[in-house]
T-cell receptor
Framework: AQTVTQSQPEMSVQEAETVTLSCTYDTSESDYYLFWYKQPPSRQMILVIRQEAYKQQNATENRFSVNFQKAAKSFSLKISDSQLGDAAMYFCAYHGSGNTGKLIFGQGTTLQVKP | DAGVTQSPTHLIKTRGQQVTLRCSPKSGHDTVSWYQQALGQGPQFIFQYYEEEERQRGNFPDRFSGHQFPNYSSELNVNALLLGDSALYLC????????????FGNGTRLTVT
């Protein structure tokens, strides 16, 4: 069975600085998708970034980028120029190759941004 | 363009009762998934519906059931509520044929007393 692990329950960063959130996963599949979702106090799960496992190039979305290490099964999220609005719970999630719509989430990392 | 909408936003029920939660998918989406998120935890997959049938199910008992309507909206029903069913219930939708990412609603906070 696939698992997703986020080993940092809480992280903090100074406004305008850079922070990296860690995620590791376990799977026997070769084709899959990885995601980072952000969940602010409003509760809505917002997609931050998506990575297809077959793509070697790391995904980027404006200030958000990932470091995808397939062999190490590691998928970290880097937030550059942190803003107060980035404060939220961040979840790493795995979706297998089957078109099931089933995401497997990690436990989450609470990110605090200090002014 | 309306996103995923869920109702109600909050709900309080008594142990043993039954509850129905509702979800309207994002415009253009045909597939709905339901997740249970306990406080401080990551969401857990309950099931997915498309073409009005349950297609994939997570590790949840039969007390959890659902339905999808011809307009793609969906309901989640939970019977014989337990205290442990207290959680945030998230609905997510996507366009299955494109294997597009899930879009989530704001959830329904269920409290069982």
């Amino acid at each position: 069975a696939q698992t997703v692990t986020q080993s940092q329950p809480e992280m903090s960063v100074q406004e305008a600085e850079t922070v990296t959130l860690s995620c590791t996963y376990d799977t026997s599949e070769s084709d899959y998708y990885l995601f980072w979702y952000k969940q602010p106090p409003s509760r809505q799960m917002i997609l931050v970034i998506r990575q297809e496992a077959y793509k070697q190039q790391n995904a980027t979305e404006n200030r958000f980028s990932v470091n995808f290490q397939k062999a190490a099964k590691s998928f970290s999220l880097k937030i550059s120029d942190s803003q107060l609005g980035d404060a939220a719970m961040y979840f790493c999630a795995y979706h297998g190759s089957g078109n099931t719509g089933k995401l497997i989430f990690g436990q989450g990392t609470t990110l605090q941004v200090k002014p | 363009d309306a996103g995923v909408t869920q109702s109600p936003t909050h709900l309080i029920k008594t142990r043993g009762q039954q509850v129905t939660l509702r979800c309207s998918p994002k415009s253009g989406h045909d597939t709905v998934s339901w997740y249970q998120q306990a406080l401080g935890q990551g969401p857990q997959f309950i099931f997915q519906y498309y073409e009005e049938e349950e297609r994939q199910r997570g590790n949840f008992p039969d007390r959890f059931s659902g339905h999808q309507f011809p307009n793609y909206s969906s309901e989640l029903n939970v019977n014989a509520l337990l205290l442990g069913d207290s959680a945030l219930y998230l609905c997510a939708s996507r366009l299955r044929l494109r294997n597009s990412p899930l879009h989530f609603g704001n959830g329904t906070r269920l409290t069982v007393t």
